[in-house]
């Protein structure tokens, strides 16, 4: 069965450092990847996503996330994290033929100090 | 991109009571979902809205506790039936366009609150 698994449930990281957050998936065919982050009170905003070529894909707010397919992996980066960056995120996967009915990871909560 | 709006942004109801949620979009959408996110929690597709025909539910949801309609290809509503504490989540609508290459948009949610 598919699944998204995000291992890091909170994360704190001070501001201006560095943030990788992590996501292995299962799933038997070539995913759709997707980060979304959500703010306190907010819906879902798309931060980036990974359908084919480039593994590296370039997102807003100066995220990056890197697709290794033999790692099963989609980690989501970004190298100076800024106070506003405080959110939940969530990676999810998308099944192939385009229907984007997605399965979500369980989250991981991110927490910056000043 | 696609603009999702719903109705009401939160309700407070009563237990056995129904809320209905709409879902609108600003423009036609083949695909559009349900997805409830629990307190503290993921979300978890509910059903998947089909214009012109039943909707598609996800494993452990069931029609007659989540009754969604799709009249045409920019609207549908989610109704919570019968309702409990349990049922208190966000309720977030989701729609998409089939093909290769799209992303799905996500509303604003639903915030209900069961007492």
């Known amino acids: 069965a598919q699944s998204v698994t995000q291992p890091d449930i909170h994360i704190t990281v001070s501001e201006g450092a560095s943030l990788e957050l992590r996501c292995n998936y299962s799933?038997?065919?070539?995913?759709?990847l997707f980060w979304y982050v959500q703010s306190p009170g907010q819906g879902l905003q798309l931060l980036l996503k990974?359908?084919?070529?480039?593994?590296l894909v370039q997102g807003i707010k100066g995220f990056e996330a890197e697709f290794k397919r033999s790692q099963s992996s989609f980690n989501l980066r970004k190298p100076s994290v800024h106070w506003s960056d405080a959110a939940e995120y969530f990676c999810?996967?998308?099944?192939?033929?385009?229907?984007?009915?997605?399965?979500f990871g369980a989250g991981t909560r991110l927490a910056v100090h000043p | 991109s696609a603009v999702i709006s719903q109705k009401p942004s939160r309700d407070i109801c009563q237990r056995g009571t129904s809320l209905t949620i709409q879902c609108q979009v600003d423009?036609?959408?083949?695909?559009m979902f349900w997805y409830r996110q629990q307190p503290g929690q993921s979300l978890t597709l509910i059903a998947t809205?089909?214009?012109?025909?039943?909707?598609?539910?996800e494993s452990g949801f069931v029609i007659d506790k989540f009754p969604i309609s799709r009249p045409n290809l920019t609207f549908s509503t989610l109704t919570v039936s019968n309702m409990s504490p349990e049922d208190s989540s966000i309720y977030l609508c989701?729609?998409?366009?089939?093909?290769?290459?799209?992303?799905?948009?996500f509303g604003q949610g639903t915030r209900l609150t069961v007492v």
């Open positions: 989701s729609a998409a366009d089939r093909g290769m290459n799209t992303e799905a948009f």
């Open positions: 799933y038997g065919a070539t995913p759709y």
């Open positions: 990974y359908f084919s070529g480039d593994t």
């Open positions: 999810a996967v998308g099944f192939s033929g385009g229907y984007n009915k997605l399965i």
């Open positions: 423009s036609q959408v083949t695909m």
């Open positions: 809205a089909n214009q012109g025909s039943e909707a598609t539910y």
